[in-house]
């Protein structure tokens, strides 16, 4: 008779705990510990659609889109934790509107894209993807000289977007003694930044031999860096983006560095991810394309997917998560939306 009453409360207890659908891959200690605080389903994304109807919580990455489509096949959902930084995917009004909380995970990649944005920063001056070509290609030796590159002491950095990354950048841009100008929303010197001038978005892109994009993508920030701004920037400039592909007109871009309008581009994002293979870019020899790697390393990622963990635990259990974007609808997504057993 106890093991019934047992057996019947761990099934109570277990319907009572809120429904999580989980549509990433993760390892069996990260299942533990969210199947310790949720009911949970593991799902893959093209499956999300079926688990939805009694998920009140969501972790899930951030290329796939969350909007109306999705909330309303999800009629219980109060929180969605996006596995990174970025929530374009996002429509945030319609995710006010419903009153569902939207997580992701800032702070924990600051160092993986700002060490990536001085890499692709180092390849593009010091020319490594041809230099290595050039070995790979048994010319060293054969060919005259190697391909030469320009020293970073002296240029000029352009930053367009301060917050987190971009600083982590002006941080590491520093110590190569580069020059660095930035333009952001907010305008005016950053404490411990002195040395980084603010300037408009024109003067950046007229002054800078690198600019580099860590701007978050919003309405309006789409196409940013249209033709007009690249007809802004110098002859010999590089422009460099780890943020996201659309704050680029891509089409501009490729027409600029085709026609040598600028003197390159070194990109970890593109406007269509994964890109067509005719896409114009993709066969330019002034291009380096990495495929949105910025926040590719085992700790970044690792650390990513605890936060992402966390706050899904703390918001379905009706505490404050450690980082969410829209705070002003905590009050009604900390509620429990359930009222039907499963
Ligand atoms: C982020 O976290 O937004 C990175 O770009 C990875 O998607």
């Not at 000029?156 to 660095?180: C, E």
């Amino acid at each position: 008779m106890w093991a019934r009453a047992a057996t019947a409360y761990l099934r109570l207890v277990t319907e009572m705990r809120p429904r999580a659908c989980i549509a990433l891959p993760v390892p069996l200690d990260v299942e533990a510990r969210l199947g310790a605080a949720c009911s949970i389903e593991l799902v893959s994304e093209r499956d999300l659609s079926a688990a939805l109807p009694l998920a009140e919580g969501l972790l899930i990455s951030n290329a796939v889109p969350v909007g109306e489509a999705l909330f309303e096949r999800a009629p219980h959902l109060r929180v969605v934790s996006g596995f990174g930084v970025g929530y374009n995917n996002v429509d945030l009004d319609a995710a006010n509107r419903r009153g569902i909380l939207i997580c992701n995970t800032p702070g924990v990649l600051n160092d993986a894209v700002a060490d990536l944005t001085m890499g692709l920063i180092l390849a593009f001056a010091r020319r490594i993807p041809e230099n290595s070509a050039f070995v790979h290609a048994r010319r060293w030796g054969v060919a005259a000289l190697p391909p030469f590159g320009f020293d970073l002491r002296g240029k000029t950095l352009g930053i367009i977007g301060f917050g987190r990354i971009g600083i982590a950048v002006a941080q590491r841009a520093r110590p190569f003694g580069l020059q660095v100008i930035f333009h952001d929303v907010l305008d005016g010197a950053r404490p411990g930044f002195e040395d980084c001038t603010y300037c408009s978005l024109d003067d950046l892109l007229r002054h800078s031999d690198i600019v580099s994009i860590h701007a978050n993508l919003t309405p309006e920030t789409h196409h940013l860096i249209s033709a007009r701004e690249l007809e802004v920037m110098k002859p010999s400039a590089v422009l460099v983006n780890t943020s996201r592909g659309p704050v680029v007109d891509q089409a501009a871009l490729a027409a600029a560095l085709r026609t040598g309008q600028i003197a390159g581009a070194a990109l970890d994002v593109l406007e269509v991810e994964p890109p067509d293979p005719s896409d114009p870019l993709l066969g330019l020899p002034n291009v380096i394309a990495l495929p949105h790697v910025g926040s590719a390393t085992h700790e970044t990622r690792a650390a990513m997917l605890d936060l992402a963990v966390t706050n899904l635990i703390e918001a379905l259990s009706g505490r404050e998560p450690p980082a969410c974007v829209n705070p002003e609808v905590l009050p009604m997504a900390l509620q429990p939306r359930r009222h039907t057993p499963v």
